[in-house]
């Protein structure tokens, strides 16, 4: 097992080059099942939920090349199976996009039932609903949901709840059903929309992704094509966000601002600085932070998979500040380990209120998931003292290097065996 020993202090100061991004990879990456042709993929961030789909992939017959760390070729023409249940693919929650690509393409998949981070319950009526909609039949069986159709056809679909893997699944079973799809109260993310351009580069006929609506006019089939995808915009806040908690000054390449204009619009209330030009942000903060509100909701509002890092700064803050989550109800994980820190937080049901302190202390602390864990190193490096980050493996699900990332902007931070 390892941990992270952190030794905290130092403001962080340098750039950071964002990665692709994972919400965004993970969805592309099962898409390419959708046709015979070869797909080349560049930008694809390295990281454990990546990898665990592509073997999962490679495990039911879809060719895999890697070119170079970041760039893959796949090829799915010989597909031997349309049940996908290898122990690790129930360990993470973009299993079931397997589920919209392989019944868009061959009306058929058995899928284990997704794993993913324990921030809530994660239910998937959405895409249950979705997919009987185009005329799937759906059982859950023994731990796998089992799809079938004689013919997809289109469907006028409403959303109960805005969800992105509900979004994301529907329209890839939509991509080649007979007719017209709308999704209507569809979900806005850049990597719903990341995925449509994906899509539509292989000839599908998706418009209004972006929107909440998104209407879908199935083709035959789809061909190759090369795609880069889009930055990381959870990773480029989580250095916007250390970048205000330790005071300071980081320029972060490969990010795209609009993407991030909630967070800088927070930013800005708790006395940061942000400068965009192109693809770059510089963020920067010479005194305490300043308390403020956040309630996170779906895109454009504040991503509730940055609500753990804006809590660190709030931890700190001038003054008393309230988060609101309202996605993830078990998302305040992190809280007790930022009041082991010191911290001074009280989080109830989907509200937690944080009154600032002058600073936190080095302690032991467990990453609960993935952003919590991302928290937790930005807890670490600007408490005093040395901190011990335990459960590691769910940072390695979404960070690219993490550490080296935060030790090049001065963080003394290394991995080590407990
Ligand atoms: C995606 O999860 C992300 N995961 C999550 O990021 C992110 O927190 C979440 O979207 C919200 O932005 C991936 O992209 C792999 P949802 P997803 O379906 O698709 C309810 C990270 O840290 N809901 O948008 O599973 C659900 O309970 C991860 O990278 C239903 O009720 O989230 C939740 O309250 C963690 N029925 C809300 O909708 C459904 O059928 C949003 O969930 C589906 C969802």
């Known amino acids: 097992m390892e941990q992270y020993a952190i030794k905290g202090g130092n403001p962080l100061v340098g750039e950071v080059e964002i990665g692709g991004a994972k919400n965004a990879a993970l969805p592309i990456l099962a898409a390419s099942v959708m046709t015979d042709e070869t797909v080349y993929i560049e930008n694809m961030p390295d990281v454990r939920d990546t990898n665990v789909l592509l073997c999962a992939m490679e495990n039911i017959g879809v060719i ?61 009526d959405q895409h249950i609903k979705g997919f009987r909609a185009l005329g799937a039949d759906v059982k859950i069986e023994h731990g796998l949901i089992k799809t079938q159709a004689e013919h997809l056809r289109g469907s006028h679909i409403y959303m109960d709840v805005v969800s992105v893997g509900a979004t994301i699944n529907i329209m890839m079973a939509a991509v080649m059903a007979e007719g017209t799809t709308i999704i209507e109260n569809s979900a806005k993310e850049p990597h ?140 305040f994980q992190y809280t007790t380990e930022l009041n082991n820190m010191g911290a001074n937080i009280t989080a109830q049901g989907k509200t937690a209120v944080f009154e600032g302190v002058d600073c936190l202390l080095g302690a032991p602390v467990y990453a609960s998931d993935l952003r919590a864990g991302a928290a937790l190193i930005i807890a670490g490096i600007i408490a005093s003292g040395e901190t011990q980050l335990f459960n590691l493996d769910h940072i390695d699900r979404g960070y690219e290097n993490i550490e080296e990332k935060f030790r090049n902007l001065g963080a003394n931070i290394k991995r080590v065996k407990e």
């Not at 890697?66 to 349309?82: G, P």
């Open 64 to 124: 895999v090349k890697r070119t170079d760390r970041h760039k893959v070729t796949l090829n799915a023409s010989n597909i031997s199976e349309l049940v996908v249940e290898d122990e690790n693919i129930k360990k993470i929650r973009a299993s079931y996009y397997l589920i919209g690509a392989l019944l868009g393409k061959y009306k058929h998949a058995e899928v284990a039932l997704p794993g993913g981070c324990d921030i809530g319950c994660r239910a998937i």
């Open 192 to 331: 719903v929309v990341d995925l449509a351009n994906f899509l539509n580069s292989m000839g599908a006929n998706i418009k209004g992704a972006g929107t909440d609506v998104i209407r879908i006019v199935g083709v035959e089939k789809l061909h190759k094509t090369e795609y880069s995808i889009i930055p990381d915009q959870i990773e480029a806040g989580t250095f916007m966000l250390a970048a205000i908690a330790s005071k300071g000054d980081v320029v972060i390449h490969n990010c795209i601002p609009e993407h991030l204009d909630c967070l800088t619009a927070k930013i800005l209330e708790m006395g940061g600085e942000v400068e965009e030009s192109g693809d770059s942000i510089h963020v920067w903060c010479n005194s305490r932070p300043n308390k403020t509100n956040i309630k996170t909701s779906p895109y454009p509002g504040f991503p509730t998979d940055l609500q753990p890092q804006a809590g660190v700064v709030l931890a700190v803050a001038d003054g008393t500040s309230i988060i609101n989550e309202s996605i993830w109800e078990s998302r």
